[in-house]
């Protein structure tokens, strides 16, 4: 399940005049359009940390793979303006270890003692099934003193971010990430990337692509002073992506210590909360949801407001197929079976061979982490007739396909003639009278005694007379 805990998602109404330390923050001005990928250094200013890794420059007036909203990558428009750079900090299922970065000297030093407020927008926007599908838990935001340089392609890991979320980042649309830190030195650059090694990043799938990587991109950066009199409404949530009948909590993460708290979760129940921290928020039905949360102080408000922030995912349907005495469900991320009730032990995979006659139920999970179950009555005993319909004073025959290597066979014709046998494939089993008849098997074989009853399993129709 998508899991975006802690993380504060911040969108502001307000009116900021504060200095912005990052020039070309929304990549809007550039040296030549974009036609191709790679494309970083056509966006003035913004580097790579000359790395053998490249960004991704892309506009709406771009060209080829580089125009928006049609990317090479996704489907996406600007958060705002007409511009996005695109970043790929996580590809160990093609090359470990790569990683690209995006740098950006600031038009000033950070002044030590210091405290800033640092936001922008991200997304992996919505795949197109060639490149992404996956999200991982170190996207980071550094700030250093000087420019940093990568080694080829290598995770720059001796530089410490201000600002690591430490779960799984992946959303399809645009989110504003705020966070807030005094400086320590008096850094000249901001990076973004991710600085951990493979071994140190988790990621997990979310769609699915041709070359599944883990791919970002940015609009909107913001570095200023901050101010400390002003709400800003930020949330955390214990997982945004969740099977239906499930519960979740959202914690209050608002800077500068609201006192007020207002949420409104539609389509949750409850659909709203004046708590600081609410749990037990549950959604019944499968959708995307919006959260609000408007934080206060008396003096000051916020409003932020996450749309499509909860994914209610349904609960697969799986589906049981028979052949002789080989299940089957339908593909699933994880099975479990079960016989009668009773947990199968290592009865893990997507089939089963069943040893005895009686009930079978699998219990799947999809790659939501949500559960379904299905189950089925099994027979090793197994029969059939080419004629289960016929005249009265007709006969029909009968074949054993039972599946248990029976080596003994008892028959039941009830109204038949005869009414039993002990053949493995009786035939010329005649019906006089019409109407339905039942037809029971009960078989002998290495896997003990099992009966197979068929309630009117054979029609006699009566014969019409012509004069």
Not at 104 to 110: M, Q
């Amino acid at each position: 399940m998508k899991t975006l805990i802690l993380i504060p998602f911040v969108l502001f109404f307000k009116f900021s005049v504060a200095q912005n330390l990052v020039d070309n923050a929304g990549f809007e001005t550039y040296s030549l359009l974009p036609n191709g990928a790679g494309q970083w250094n056509y966006c003035t200013g913004w580097s790579n940390c000359n790395g053998t890794g490249s960004p991704d420059y892309f506009h709406e007036n771009g060209t080829g793979i580089a125009n928006l909203p049609n990317t090479f990558a996704s489907y996406l428009f600007p958060y705002s303006g007409n511009a996005v750079m695109g970043f790929c900090p996580y590809y160990a299922l093609n090359t470990p270890n790569f990683r690209e970065y995006l740098s950006k000297p600031l038009t000033s030093a950070l002044t030590p003692g210091t405290l800033y407020e640092v936001s922008f927008w991200i997304t992996n926007g919505e795949t197109s099934g060639e490149y992404g599908g996956q999200g991982i838990d170190k996207v980071s935001v550094a700030f250093t003193v000087g420019a940093p340089v990568q080694s080829g392609s290598a995770p720059m890991t001796g530089i410490t971010p201000q600002w690591t979320t430490s779960t799984i980042l992946y959303n399809t649309a645009w989110q504003q990430i705020t966070f807030q830190f005094t400086a320590d030195d008096a850094y000249t650059h901001i990076t973004f990337g991710n600085f951990l090694n493979d071994a140190n990043t988790n990621a997990q799938i979310f769609d699915v692509a041709n070359n599944l990587v883990a791919y970002y991109y940015l609009d909107g950066v913001d570095v200023e002073i901050a101010d400390v009199n002003s709400i800003s409404a930020a949330l955390g949530v214990s997982d945004s992506s969740i099977c239906k009948n499930s519960c979740v909590s959202f914690s209050d993460l608002s800077i500068n210590n609201p006192t007020s708290w207002q949420w409104l979760f539609p389509g949750a129940n409850p659909a709203t909360s004046t708590l600081q921290n609410p749990s037990f928020v549950c959604y019944d039905t499968p959708g995307v949801y919006d959260v609000t949360l408007i934080a206060g102080n008396g003096s000051d408000t916020d409003t932020l407001l996450l749309t499509g922030f909860i994914t209610v995912n349904p609960d697969p349907v799986p589906v049981i197929s028979i052949n002789g005495n080989l299940l089957t469900s339908t593909i699933a991320q994880t099975y479990q079976w079960y016989y009668d009730g009773a947990l199968i032990n290592g009865a893990t995979n997507q089939t089963y061979s069943a040893q005895q006659t009686g009930e079978y139920s699998v219990s799947v999970t999809d790659a939501n982490g949500c559960i379904g179950f299905a189950e089925i009555d099994l027979h090793l005993t197994q029969f059939n007739s080419p004629d289960t319909v016929i005249c009265e004073k007709y006969c029909t025959d009968f074949y054993d396909v039972s599946v248990n290597d029976p080596v003994a066979w008892q028959w039941q014709f009830p109204g038949g003639i005869p009414s039993s046998s002990t053949s493995q494939h009786p035939t010329h089993i005649c019906y006089n009278l019409p109407g339905t008849y039942d037809v029971i098997l009960v078989t002998t074989g290495s896997f003990g005694s099992d009966t197979l009853a068929l309630p009117d399993y054979i029609t006699v129709i009566a014969t019409l007379l012509f004069r």
